[in-house]
């Protein structure tokens, strides 16, 4: 038996896919607006979103997509507001996330916080064809976004006073790239796991730049290794029998102590070169 | 002549500390006009005051007749911030950045065109940098990355160069190298304003002068002549690294003008 004969690892792979293409995609600019974290943060939110969801009967997805933007767009404020106290107040919204979530489960009848289980660790081997159209959806729309604004994006990441004195619309692009991210944590919620999920923004980021000299490339390579770490991630802990979140982040990690070493070695040879 | 710049009484408080107390500056299309000033006497708070960037506490300022945050014509200004910011280490090369001074004049959703292309190309030779447009900026030394972010400002063909300190910590090269930008951009009639601890090689551009001293304006009008003022007894020389200087650490000749 393969790994394609089975109908819900056929809907993984193409979840896989999906994650593995949009999460490093913006995990970019979120690195380079030195907000590695966000999807930390963001996922610790979308935690009290998915208890609603248990709570009111809703689809887990749906809610926690709206909870994790509006977690989203309190950090953006926080953070354009006052840059001092700024991370205290995000680490006050990550915790009430988190212990929001757990509460709002065990007061739903029926549920307890083992029903959090799938969020917090991904089970992406639950994704049906429903959830596939939804991901699709999500997918799309995040990475429409970011070729229309990518520009813009470039430079409110790099600088935002040079943003600022281009008139680009400094406040709107940072609620922007802050609600992207909150649905990317959400689409890859089922993949990895709203604990894993800021992995797969960051690491092939922190992977592709050991390699890389321009901003574009760095984004496109990475969004190959994203591709690479879930779909082998996938892939391997079907037949290794390992869950399937921890498999891909693991793998993406590896995957950057491998480009770690082969930038040293690739770095040193040029200014070897360069000095001959 | 139309007005580029005019701040009325522009005050600047961050963290309850006054950083600009009342400047009025006016700069006229076509003007050379430096900041001078000792470190923390405001220079750089004025210029992005100036632009808008840094939001005033008080008074007013306007970008050719408009508030900023009624201004819709941003790509008349290019503003060269103190230094390059690396942001979280995502690597960009020095086409990329340069590139990205072309915003103010794209649409959202277009592709970038063959302006855009050869304007970014001249920006970049115009700086002597064309040979390194692939490397990534960090792998530059810190003139040439200085050099990098006026290609950025001049890649958008802007009126007027608004530039915070292109001379600090930048070896003699491209200080040359930069004062003969600023002599094209001055005789194609281009608005700059400029803020400098000292003038060196560009004094001879600047056609204007204003001073500051702990947030206040204390000279505005003809530059100092920089190889007098060095020469003459008693000159306070103030560097980067020494503390937050006092009131006597005023330019000597600023003195010597303000007892004619």
Known sequence: ??????????YALVAAVMVGLTAPAVGTFIVQRRLALLGDGIGHVALTGVALGFLTGTAPVATAVVVAALGAVAIEMVRARGKTSGDVALALLFY????????????????????????????????????????????????ALLAVFGRELFVLCQDEEVARASGLPVRFLGLLIAVIASVTVVVAMRAVGLLLVSALMVVPVATSQQLTRSFRTTMALSMVFGVLATVGGL???????????????LLALAGFAVALGIGRFVRRSRTGESTA | MSTAFDMTAGQVTIDGRKILRGVD?????????????????????????LLGVQPLSGGTT??????????????????????????GGVPATVREVVASGRIARQRRGRFTSSADRQAVAAALNEVGLSDRAGDP????????QQRVLIARALAGEPDAFVLDEPTAGVDA??????????????????????????LGPLEPLVSRAVVLNQGCKVHDGAPPTAVGAHALPGHDHVHPHEPEPAESSLPSWVLAQEKA
């Open chain 2, 137 to 144: 900026v960090s792998s530059l030394s810190g003139g040439q």
């Open chain 2, 173 to 198: 090269g491209s200080q040359q190298m930069l004062a003969q930008t600023l002599s094209d951009l001055v005789g194609r009639g281009k608005t700059v304003v400029l803020v400098a601890h000292e």
């Open chain 1, 96 to 143: 009430g996330g988190l212990a929001g979530g757990v509460m709002i489960i065990y007061l739903t009848p029926g549920e307890s916080t083992a029903s959090l289980n799938s969020y917090l660790f991904g089970a992406i081997t639950s994704v049906d064809s429903t959830d596939l159209w939804v991901i699709a959806g999500l997918a799309v729309t995040v990475l």
């Open chain 1, 1 to 10: 038996m393969t790994i394609l004969d089975l109908d819900f690892m056929r």
């Open chain 2, 25 to 49: 500056l006016t700069v006229d299309d076509g003007e050379v006009v430096a900041v001078l000033g000792a470190n923390g006497s405001g220079k750089s708070t004025l210029v992005r005051a």
């Open chain 2, 62 to 87: 306007l970008l050719y007749g408009r508030p900023p945050a009624r201004f819709r014509e941003w790509w008349r200004i290019g503003y060269v911030p103190q230094r390059l910011s690396v942001g």
């Open chain 1, 235 to 249: 892939t391997s802990s079907f037949y290794l029998d390992v869950p399937s979140g921890a498999t891909i982040v």
